[in-house]
């Protein structure tokens, strides 16, 4: 059955955006309610073959790329639009709407990710080897950090190694939950390289990029999540793994630096994501009531349910304008890292908390895989873990501002 009902993805343009800006939201949006949105279920499998899937997932990509509107995250020197966090924010909570937009507009974690880092820390020959084909759309990738025996809300603690050997690092080491891990071309992994004595706590690390057909690379399971057996997050073996020393991403030691950057990037992406979700959650919701009778009367006469009208209303409202305001405090240059923890940890509640109220609202049916909510609800859930778990994110707020108070100077809630 296809998803039942769903208001029209409405945007008009905002006033105080860039007549470009608002340009992309119309035609992003264009795209994702008139095309991507009427196909979900060919694109999820549910209908037709797999050949049919492939063929029209390849055509809307061929679509958003003649629309100038490719890897929207990416400088224009490298393929993509050059769009700031600002903008962004403001398209990504559009594109959001259909869970396959992400990968149809090239802009897929952890693909975005391993983009930015390669422009980042790169070499021209790493860019032309790994990014150009990544961006292209011709290569997966993924990024292979956290480790089973180890903390990953404490990436410090990371085991696994790498040791120079000739012209050759020899990579030994278990990770697990490397997303993407099964169609990847290549993989960034996170090594120990630098001995205990040596440089600060954050300089032990360093990123290195390893083709997952060299020997060594042993992918011994897909972990299951949440029931899912055949899904993408992979357990992985290094065992005496060997890559060119040139495979090494920016000066040994810098691994741990380019982790943060990347998840810090991430965590504002993820967070522009569930705002577009929970928006579509709220349009299913809204629209449900008006048309489902129950003990004489449209759900929306009924009180509870307007109660979950208005608190979603606010839920939307608030994490979409911190999403907002911390993609300004990143464009115009400010520490952005309390905003971003602050993000992490408000917007994936509010996520969880808009699509568990459209859920009930649409009773046995919003558990069902009729409608994008029971996925919505399982990423919801996921992300208050992934990226660094919400504990670890309120310590990090609570800490900076208490710097702040401890160097003589109040909160300043309007700092940029
Ligand atoms: C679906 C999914 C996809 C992922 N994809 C990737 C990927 O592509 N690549 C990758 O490298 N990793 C990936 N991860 C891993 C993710 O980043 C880690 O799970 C996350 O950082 C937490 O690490 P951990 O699971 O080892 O939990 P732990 O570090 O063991 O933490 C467990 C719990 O301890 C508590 N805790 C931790 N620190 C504190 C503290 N200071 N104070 C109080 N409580 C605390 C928190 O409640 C936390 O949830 C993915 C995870 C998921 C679920």
């Known amino acids: 059955m296809s998803i039942p009902s769903f208001a029209p993805l409405t945007v008009s343009p905002i006033p105080s955006l860039p007549d470009e800006v608002n340009q992309i939201r119309l035609d992003t949006a264009a795209i994702v ?89 790169g070499t021209e020959e790493q860019k032309k080897k790994w990014l150009e084909p990544l961006v292209a759309g011709e290569m997966q990738s993924g990024f292979s ?32 939950f490397t997303s993407n891990a099964r169609r990847a071309d290549f993989v960034i992994v996170m090594c120990r390289t630098e001995d205990e004595d040596s440089g600060g706590a954050n300089d032990k690390m360093t990123q290195i990029i390893v083709p997952t057909d060299t020997p060594g690379f042993n992918l011994v399971r897909s972990v299951p999540v949440w029931g899912h057996t055949r899904g993408s997050h992979g357990e992985i073996v290094y065992k005496d793994c060997r890559v060119p020393l040139e495979n090494a991403l920016g000066q040994r030691g810098t691994g741990h630096a380019a982790a943060q950057e990347r998840l810090g990037a991430g965590r504002v992406y993820h967070c522009m994501n569930s705002v577009g979700q929970m928006w579509r959650a709220f349009d299913l919701m809204v629209k449900r009531t008006t048309e489902r009778q129950v003990h004489g009367g449209l759900l929306e006469s009924k009180q509870f349910i307007q109660g979950f009208i208005a608190d979603s209303y606010m839920d939307i409202q608030a994490a979409r304008l911190m999403t907002i305001h911390c993609a300004e405090v990143i464009d115009s240059g400010g520490d952005p890292r309390t905003e971003i923890s602050a993000i992490k940890v408000f917007v994936p509640q509010a996520f969880h908390r808009v699509v568990d109220r459209a859920i009930q609202v649409h009773g046995a049916m919003g558990v069902s895989s009729d409608t994008p909510l029971s996925g919505m609800y399982l990423g919801a859930r996921t992300l208050r873990i992934a990226d660094g778990p919400d504990e670890v994110h309120r310590v990090l707020i609570a800490k900076n501002v208490l710097k702040r108070y401890h160097d003589g100077m109040a909160w300043d809630f309007g700092r940029y």
Do not use: C
């Open 33 to 121: 309610s008139d095309h991507i949105i009427p196909k979900e279920d060919v694109l999820a499998g549910r209908e037709g073959s797999n050949e049919e899937r492939q063929q029209l997932y390849y055509e809307f990509q061929q679509y958003v790329k003649s629309s100038n509107l490719w890897a929207p995250h990416l400088p224009r020197e490298y393929g993509g639009v050059g769009m700031g966090f600002l903008g962004l924010a403001y398209m990504n909570e559009i594109l959001a709407w259909s869970p396959f937009s992400g990968g149809i507009f090239g802009i897929q974690a952890p693909n975005s990710g391993n983009m930015q880092i390669l422009i980042k820390y």
């Open 145 to 176: 950090m956290t480790e089973p025996d180890n903390a990953g809300s404490d990436p410090r603690s990371i085991q696994t190694r790498a040791v120079r050997d000739g012209d050759e690092w020899v990579i030994n080491g278990r990770k697990w």
